[in-house]
C-alpha cells in the first residue's frame, strides 16, 4: 500500500536533547512538509523539502532541523534550542510543487519530561 | 495573505441531522480551498477540493462544500450525520504567491455527534 509512514507514534524528550522524528514515503512525490499542530490551532509549517538536497524554513522553523537526502525520507530532528516541544507533529507530501493535495501521516506525539 | 477563519469552534449534531460547518476565506485571486478531516490522534485526510472547475464540490463519506466567491465562504454540509462523523474539521487555503505549495490551515471546528 502507498502512503506515509511516521515513526514512533510518541515520542519524549528529556530537557537539553535533541530528538529525530521520522517520516518516509512510498508515493513517488516530490515535496514534503513537516508541520506542527497545537490544541486548538491550526497547523503550522516548519519546514519543506520540493527537492532532494534542498529544503526551506516554513513560518516556525526555529529550533528544528532537517535532512532530504533520499526523495523518500524527510526527518525532522528537534533541538534543545525548541523551548516548548510538546506538541503533535506531521509530516505530509504532494507530488510536486504545482500539485496542490497534500497527503499526510498518521503523527508522532512528542512529550517532554 | 491568504487566510480562512472557521466561524465554529465546536458544532453538535445529533446523529441523523444534517451537518454544516462554516469557513470564510480571504484571498486576493481565485484561491484554491480543501476541507480536511482530523479524528483524534490520527493524521489528517482529504474530504475535498476546490479548483475552480465547479462551484459545488462532492467530497468522500458524503460532505459536500460549496464555494460562494459573492460571500468568500465555503462552507461544509452534510446531510445526515453519522456517529463516525465525530471529528476535527479543518479549512484550507492554498497560497499560490508562495513559490511552492503552501497551506494555510483554519484554526478547526470540532464537530460532536450525539445518539
Known amino acids: 500500500d502507498g502512503g506515509i509512514t511516521q515513526s514512533p507514534k510518541y515520542l519524549f524528550r528529556k530537557e537539553g536533547q535533541n530528538v529525530t522524528l521520522s517520516c518516509e514515503q512510498n508515493?513517488?512525490?516530490?515535496?514534503m512538509y513537516w508541520y506542527r499542530q497545537d490544541p486548538g490551532q491550526g497547523l503550522r509549517l516548519i519546514y519543506y523539502?520540493?527537492?532532494?538536497?534542498?529544503?526551506q524554513k516554513g513560518d516556525i522553523a526555529e529550533g528544528y532541523s532537517v535532512s532530504r537526502e533520499k526523495k523518500e525520507s524527510f526527518p525532522l530532528t528537534v533541538t534543545s534550542a525548541q523551548k516548548n516541544p510538546t506538541a503533535f507533529y506531521l509530516c505530509?507530501?504532494?507530488?510536486?510543487?504545482?500539485?496542490?493535495?497534500?497527503?499526510f501521516g498518521p503523527g508522532t506525539r512528542l512529550l517532554v519530561l | 495573505a491568504q487566510s480562512v477563519t472557521q466561524l465554529d469552534s465546536h458544532v453538535s449534531v445529533s446523529e441523523g441531522t444534517p451537518v454544516l460547518l462554516r469557513c470564510n476565506y480571504s484571498?486576493?485571486?481565485?484561491?484554491?480551498l480543501f476541507w480536511y478531516v482530523q479524528h483524534p490522534n490520527k493524521g489528517l485526510q482529504l474530504l475535498l477540493k476546490?479548483?475552480?472547475?465547479?462551484?459545488l464540490v462532492k467530497g468522500i463519506n458524503g460532505f459536500e462544500a460549496e464555494f460562494k466567491k459573492s460571500e468568500t465562504s465555503f462552507h461544509l454540509t452534510k446531510p445526515s450525520a453519522h456517529m463516525s462523523d465525530a471529528a476535527e474539521y479543518f479549512c484550507v487555503v492554498s497560497d499560490r504567491r508562495a513559490g511552492f505549495q503552501k497551506l494555510v490551515f483554519g484554526t478547526g471546528t470540532r464537530l460532536l455527534v450525539s445518539p
Open positions: 523539502s520540493q527537492i532532494v538536497n534542498d529544503f
Open positions: 505530509a507530501s504532494s507530488m510536486g510543487q504545482d500539485q496542490e493535495t497534500q497527503y
Open positions: 476546490y479548483t475552480s472547475a465547479a462551484t
Open positions: 508515493l513517488n512525490h516530490d515535496a
Open positions: 484571498s486576493s485571486y481565485s484561491p484554491s
